[in-house]
């Protein structure tokens, strides 16, 4: 390695350094005022090397931590308990089947495609219903399966949970019964159940 070469240096002619008085040039970055979070990388300030070796040596990554925190951060295990889409049974995608429940192969390809036919099934089901109807079956809990019975059953089953004559007299469940109410106006009088 060249003694003039760094690792972490970008040359940038015209950045110079952040600290207050210097005229070096900017050429490593160390973390700003804004840490990366969700809704980006964070902000990034530009020091010259003598700089960054300062910011480095007063840097302490545990600050704001609890010490169980930090024990926690230091154990050698540390991130190995979070599970990983890829390392997960279902290797991240819904409802596939886990390799190691079938002695064939080809088994476990073809129960994941009679998944994927009963959902493309469902969709169409769903498809029956205008998006109104859609929201209203998620309001009363049901899925695009039901027939006009079945809205019924479940229309008295939620009076009953939510009316405050039959709970005990506790309102604090009236908005959840006068959507339940809404859904079930709209629903019985559906297309899709003539």
């Known amino acids: 390695m060249r003694p003039d070469k760094f690792h972490g240096r970008c040359d940038n002619p015209g950045r110079s350094c952040a600290s207050p008085g210097c005229g070096e040039p900017g050429e490593f970055r160390a973390p700003g005022e804004r840490p990366p979070g969700f809704d980006g990388p964070g902000e990034w300030r530009w020091l010259c090397l003598e700089h960054v070796r300062e910011f480095n040596a007063g840097y302490d990554w545990f600050e704001g931590m609890t010490a169980d925190e930090i024990l926690a951060a230091q154990s050698p295990v540390a991130g190995w308990r979070n599970e ?97 109410i809404e859904a079930y106006q709209l629903l019985r009088k559906a297309a899709a159940f003539a």
């Open 84 to 180: 990983t889409r890829v390392f997960r049974a279902d290797a991240g995608a819904d409802g596939v089947p886990r390799w190691a429940d079938f002695d064939d192969p080809l088994d476990a390809i073809g129960a994941r495609a009679a998944d994927i036919r009963a959902r493309a099934a469902g969709q169409r089901q769903m498809a029956r219903f205008t998006p109104k109807e859609r929201e209203a079956l998620g309001a009363m809990g049901l899925g695009p399966e039901t027939d006009l019975h079945g809205l019924r059953s479940r229309y008295s089953t939620l009076v009953r949970r939510y009316h405050p004559d039959r709970n005990g007299g506790d309102r604090s469940h009236e908005g959840r019964l006068q959507r339940v």
